[in-house]
């Protein structure tokens, strides 16, 4: 089993930034089968980033160029750091790991998640 708790949500104003982290323990396992989802009210669950393989990234377009994912292999840490947020951006944000070798952006390839945090963006 792997444990995965995330931290650093909050409410910020649109335009502002937050850090995500996602502290990983439990049995062995891949930083690089590691990735963030979110959904939203109502919403069905999304991909947001993942680690792709060992050095490559992929992010969902609606995030590219302003959120970046992150890793402290040392540490089992996760991190989103997420700037210039919109309201659009409001959800529950999850951690997530997988076999690497799975396709990262489907939320059905990831074994073990969080219970997530809630990021929320006033206009």
């Known amino acids: 089993q792997v444990q995965l708790v995330e931290s650093g949500g909050g409410l910020v104003q649109a335009g502002g930034s937050l850090r995500l982290s996602c502290a990983a323990s439990?049995?062995?396992?891949?930083?690089?089968?590691m990735g963030w989802f979110r959904q939203a009210p109502g919403k069905e669950r999304e991909f947001v980033a993942a680690?792709?393989?060992?050095?490559?990234?992929v992010y969902a377009d609606s995030v590219k160029g302003r959120f970046a994912i992150s890793r402290d292999n040392a540490k089992n840490t996760l991190y989103l750091q997420m700037n210039s947020l919109k309201p659009e951006d409001t959800a529950v944000y999850y951690c997530?790991?997988?076999?690497?070798?799975?396709?990262?952006?489907?939320?059905?390839?990831?074994?073990?998640w969080g219970q997530g945090t809630q990021v929320t963006v006033s206009s």
């Open positions: 997530a790991v997988r076999n690497p070798y799975r396709n990262p952006t489907r939320g059905d390839e990831y074994d073990y």
């Open positions: 680690w792709r393989s060992l050095f490559n990234t």
């Open positions: 439990g049995r062995s396992f891949s930083t690089s089968g």
